[in-house]
């Protein structure tokens, strides 16, 4: 779960340097990037999933045929995937968002609290288990980066030009004006 939560929260991190770095005009919803942030959500899907069917063979009650802490994981599944649906439908309708319209928009948190939910099952894991911590720790960490993700717009030095002493153009200016409102 570790392994594949990182894949997850790389492809996000990977779409949202794609969205700032490329050219948006070029950009609809199906682009590599999204196929990265999307593979690595069904492949944590995949897991999951597969741990409940053999739970469930094993004649285990559907309320216990995850480990311990995992049944929030399977709620993000539908979620996340309720999510990016919605997310398709959103660009194809309505285009590509940008600034912080992107990071807000209703289908995009849907993503996160969905993602959330996935990559967070070993820090819960962990509460019933001394012997799971370094991967509740990384699951953390994972966690500690969507948050700051999707909260960079109120960090001034999410700017890259601000953060490293260049002279702010008037649209960087702009751009961290509106972040700060």
Do not use: C
């Not at 053999?54 to 995850?66: I, N, P």
């Not at 700017?159 to 961290?176: I, Y």
């Amino acid at each position: 779960v570790v392994t594949l939560s990182a894949w997850l929260i790389g492809g996000m991190h990977l779409d949202a340097w794609a969205h700032h770095h490329l050219d948006a005009t070029l950009e609809t919803f199906f682009t590599p990037w999204h196929g990265v942030l999307y593979s690595g959500f069904l492949a944590l899907a995949s897991v999951l999933i597969a741990r409940l069917i053999v739970g469930l063979r094993q004649g285990r009650a559907w309320q216990r045929a995850l480990p311990a802490g995992y049944g929030p994981s399977l709620l993000g599944i539908p979620i996340f995937l309720l999510g990016g649906l919605g997310d398709m439908a959103w660009h194809l309708l309505f285009g590509i968002e940008v600034n912080i319209e992107a990071l807000l928009s209703p289908t995009h948190l849907l993503l996160a609290l969905g993602g959330g939910l996935m990559i967070t099952g070993p820090i819960r894991a962990a509460g019933r288990n001394d012997k799971a911590a370094w991967p509740a720790v990384i699951s953390l960490a994972f966690l500690l980066s969507l948050l700051l993700f999707f909260t960079a717009y109120a960090n001034p030095l999410s700017e890259g030009s601000f953060a490293q002493g260049e002279r702010p153009t008037s649209a960087t200016v702009a751009a961290f004006h509106e972040a700060l409102g």
